[in-house]
């Protein structure tokens, strides 16, 4: 039985410009609305996790970056498989090596961008509150182009 779409999701859907309401009928456009809030999920689990270690238990902006990273790719993994519509046992080579290899070098890219933006904040001369709002969009910002990049592999190469 297919669920029905929240009236409110219909009419703001109905506000859209006909170009993008055709775009997010095609296959893609479901998936990325289907995948978005997965994403939204595993994004909370990131930056909630990156702040707690940033800012409240003072960590490097490395290990920082590694252990939001790293709370986001296991909120991930589960949320990403029920976007895609995955059911049953995971299969090792066609999905869960490749999301391994692309998570891996997703969170290199945050720990080097958590890194980039402590140095830039302390190289401005930035100081509590300031600092610590500058280095989170910093990786707010990467996170959001990391996603980019994954949901295109994740929907057109693999």
């Given at each position: ?23 997010l ?87 080097e961008?958590s ?9 401005m ?34």
């Open positions: 039985m297919p669920i029905e779409t929240p009236a409110i999701a219909r009419a703001v859907f109905g506000k859209l410009p006909a170009p993008l309401r055709r775009k009928r095609s296959p893609a456009g479901r998936r990325l609305l289907r995948f978005a809030p997965a994403a939204v999920i595993a994004l909370a689990a990131t930056q909630i996790t990156y702040f707690i270690c940033f800012s409240e238990l003072a960590m490097t902006g490395r290990s920082a970056g590694a252990a939001g990273w790293l709370a986001g790719v296991v909120v991930s993994y589960a949320a990403s498989r029920w976007a895609f519509g995955r059911k049953g046992r995971p299969r090792l080579l066609r999905e869960t090596v490749p999301f391994v290899a692309v998570s891996l070098i997703v969170g290199i890219v945050l720990t961008a890194h980039f933006g402590y140095r830039e904040a302390a190289a001369g930035l100081h509590g509150i300031d600092h610590i709002a500058f280095v989170q969009g910093f990786y707010l910002a990467a996170n959001c182009f990391t996603f980019l990049v994954r949901f295109v592999i994740f929907h057109f190469v693999l």
